[in-house]
């Protein structure tokens, strides 16, 4: 190495820790014009959102309270998109901090971390397959509930996508870099996670769901980054929607619009 020109090595490891950061802004997508509106009006609410952990045929499928973002930059959004929806509320990651969100832990099939957490969610599974209600969880200690707890932050780093009656055989999660919101693990009167045949219809989604319905994940104006909509000509609708809006000053309603992004821009000009 020529001494007289290479780089101290603090200025190496400077230029390696800003390579290697993450963008700033968390993204939360939803299929429609009319979801998007009603986060701004009402701010977040948890769901029970289904989820399954393949591990070669010994598969556990579970439904967790919680608000999914990705940690993913503009020019990555297109991909994404196409597959959770066009529609859009970008946060800033300093809000995800202060709300307690938390990136995903991506476990590979067969390893020996997911088997042995698999197994152990098991005798969760069967108190609650024996009596559905609040008064299984109390033979369990506290102790095992905080360690049960990592089950609800895990997704696989590879597996099968289900969505809108679609499965894609292979796909990546560990792309996405989910980020999620939880309701804490001591939330009275819910389940941390139930397992799938507890809520395998509609009506026993509505049921879990109506349990959620006080629940939220709140934000303010500023907290915002980017609001992102289909199309041009879905601007002026969104734009309307938030000066009817009550809940934000003249000045945050200036702010939300400064915002307005459309997917088509972030597909054809990122």
């Keep these: 190495m020529d001494t007289t020109t290479a780089k101290p090595y603090h200025e190496y490891f400077e230029w390696i820790n800003v390579a290697a950061e993450y963008p700033s802004i968390l993204f939360h997508f939803t299929r429609t014009h009319d979801a998007l509106k009603g986060i701004l009006r009402t701010t977040f609410h948890p769901s029970m959102a289904r989820e399954i952990i393949e591990n070669n045929g010994a598969n556990k499928e579970f439904a967790v309270p919680m608000v999914s973002f990705c940690d993913l930059g503009l020019s990555e959004l297109p991909v994404h998109m196409k597959k959770y929806g066009r529609y859009g509320i ?32 098991q005798t969760y599974f069967d108190h609650l397959n024996t009596t559905p209600n609040l008064t299984a969880l109390s033979d369990l200690s506290d102790s095992y509930m905080k360690i049960l707890n990592v089950q609800r932050y895990i997704k696989n780093y590879r597996g099968t996508l289900r969505r809108s009656g679609k499965a894609d055989k292979i796909y990546t999660f560990a792309d996405e870099r989910e980020w999620r919101y939880v309701l804490p693990l001591e939330t009275p009167g819910l389940f941390p996670f139930v397992p799938i045949n507890l809520i395998s219809d509609k009506q ?33 609708t969104l734009r309307r929607h938030i000066q009817s809006l009550s809940n934000y000053s003249e000045q945050e309603k200036d702010h939300l619009e400064s915002r307005i992004i459309t997917a088509e821009q972030i597909t054809t000009d990122m």
């Excluded at 946060?91 to 152990?120: C, I």
């Excluded at 879990?208 to 915002?224: C, Q, R």
């Design 90 to 121: 970008g946060m800033s990651k300093e809000w995800a901090m202060r709300q307690g969100l938390n990136p995903v832990a991506y476990v590979n099939q067969g390893s020996e971390f997911t088997n042995h957490l698999l197994d152990g969610i």
């Design 204 to 236: 026993q989604k509505e049921k879990w769901n109506g349990l959620l319905a006080d629940h939220k994940l709140t934000f303010s104006a500023n907290d915002i980054k980017y609001l992102i909509v289909e199309r041009e000509s879905n601007v002026k």
